[in-house]
């Protein structure tokens, strides 16, 4: 059951829901591309920007796909 803060948020919800920015996720998608392509780039120029520095760098990537992958679960 979805609980909403007053009809106008239930509205707007309901606006956005029939659009199709909402039905596609786009912004999923893109974040989907922007992890994995930004993970490969670093692994691939790791040498090149520092090992150290790239692995501080894969580290965040992977805790950003381990989150994405928990939502695209749920």
Do not use: K
């Amino acid at each position: 059951m979805s609980l909403y803060i007053d009809d106008a948020q239930r509205h707007r919800i309901h606006q956005l829901r029939a659009s199709w920015r909402w039905r596609s996720e786009w912004p999923t998608w893109l974040l989907i591309v922007a992890a994995y392509g930004s993970w490969f780039a670093t692994a691939f120029n790791a040498r090149s920007i520092g090992l150290p520095l790239a692995a501080g760098i894969l580290a965040v990537l992977s805790c950003l796909y381990l989150s994405l992958q928990h939502e695209l679960l749920h």
